[in-house]
């Protein structure tokens, strides 16, 4: 569902409207804690961070959510949706 190349828009938190892409999905494994998280790189400056090292993306345009079965997700009070690329092939 949250795969690499998935197109996302921000619908709640920092900069509404903003649109971006899924670029990096791995498991994270804190002590006591397994969770399914992926990254994403919006097309402008968010306030996040480059990639933390597992991308190596712009300065301040990526972040991580918490994967969900769900076409919303909302991680550290930054809230997603999934959005359709439009096709322009006839």
């Avoid at 597992?54 to 301040?60: D, L, V």
Wanted: hydrophobic letters at 30%.
């Amino acid at each position: 569902m949250w795969e690499k190349g998935t197109r996302v828009k921000i619908i709640g938190g920092a900069k509404i409207g903003l649109m971006g892409t899924v670029v990096v999905k791995r498991t994270e494994n804190p002590v006591n804690d397994i969770r399914d998280r992926f990254l994403v790189e919006f097309d402008e400056s968010m306030g996040g961070h480059s990639g933390n090292g597992a991308y190596k993306g712009k300065r301040g345009h990526c972040w991580w959510f918490d994967y969900c079965l769900d076409k919303f997700t909302t991680t550290d009070g930054i809230r997603i949706e999934q959005v359709k690329r439009k096709n322009n092939f006839y």
